[in-house]
């Protein structure tokens, strides 16, 4: 569902990417290892449309990412695609629902149908008891889980996550990636996990590993 093509990106001098192909099927936990400079998050993030590639292509079920329209890619990244980073950036002013809230409040989700999403999502995720909680209030385990509660609150394609566990002590970092398996089987969601563990890579569906720019 989602397609690299030939992917190649410079910066300044220093050539990255260097002919990228990566195919992530629908319903897959896919990691992506390698040491620290191999160019895994700039993948990542071209996936994302968070960055552009120089040349070639990134498919998602045969739609050209590369070639959206600035006015669309807010909304397209919103609805379409979920993001996970190392560090959580929830709104330290809102409690753990109101922040799992937010991508659907922008999309506009009838109420009612959202917070019915909340409550799922925060039941499979174990933080149904925390949803009260301001951030600040809540474990590092904890926060880590709501913020996978808020990329999958649009119900995206797929979810792009960046060292998601690399805040996190090594039980939290395993029971998270074990939840990425149990949202696959219970949601169907596909993922795509940037992470130098290679132990936590170990637990998923595939391991891709990277290195000076390229998928080896
Ligand atoms: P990884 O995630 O595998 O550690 P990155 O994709 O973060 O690798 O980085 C690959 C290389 O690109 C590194 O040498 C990094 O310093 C460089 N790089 C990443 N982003 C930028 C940027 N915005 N500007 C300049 N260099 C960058
Ligand atoms: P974990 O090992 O999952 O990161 P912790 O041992 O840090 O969990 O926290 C255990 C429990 O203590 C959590 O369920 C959380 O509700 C509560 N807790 C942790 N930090 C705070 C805090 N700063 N304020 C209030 N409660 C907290």
Redesign the pocket.
Known sequence: MLIAKNIHKSYGNLHVLKGVNLEIREKEVVSIVGSSGAGKSTLLHILGTLDKADSGNVLMNGLELGKLKKDKLADFRNSELGFIFQFHNLLPEFTAFENIQIPGLIRKTDLGELNKRVKELAEILGITH?LDAKP???????QQRVAVARALINSPKVVLADEPSGNLDTS?AEALHQLFFTLRDELNQTFVIVTHNDSLADLSDRKVTMKDGLIV
Do not use: L
């Open positions: 925390r600040s209030e809540m474990s590092g385990g904890e939290n």
